[in-house]
């Protein structure tokens, strides 16, 4: 069984700063892609960005430059650096991990954290 736990969610004024974590665990072979998607209320959940277990980044326009992900392999986590946080950041944030058990690779999901940004 695998899991993706997150932390790091919080309430923060606008401009201010939040760190999110996220860990894997479980029967784990290999951790492809890692990354944080987010959904606010009455929107589609999208992407923010991710990472490969290379180091190669993506991010989407809206959080260029003011977000950084990064991910420890060796502990099988990913972080999400945001700084700059806007009002319209506020969503529920959620950690995702293609990961290897077993012989197949599927797509896990975190069970989300709250990042609330007030003006």
């Known amino acids: 069984q695998v899991q993706l736990v997150e932390s790091g969610g919080d309430l923060v004024h606008a401009g201010g700063s939040l760190r999110l974590s996220c860990a894997a665990s479980?029967?784990?072979?290999?951790?492809?892609?890692m990354g944080w998607y987010r959904q606010a209320p009455g929107k589609q959940r999208e992407l923010v960005a991710t990472i490969t277990s290379g180091g190669t980044t993506k991010y989407d326009d809206s959080v260029k430059g003011r977000f950084t992900i990064s991910r420890d392999n060796a502990k099988n986590a990913v972080y999400l650096q945001m700084n700059s946080l806007k009002p319209e950041d506020t969503a529920v944030y959620y950690c995702?991990?293609?990961?290897?058990?077993?012989?197949?690779?599927?797509?896990?999901w975190g069970q989300g954290t709250q990042v609330t940004v007030s003006s």
């Open positions: 479980g029967s784990i072979f290999r951790v492809n892609v």
């Open positions: 995702n991990a293609r990961i290897v058990a077993a012989l197949y690779e599927n797509n896990y």
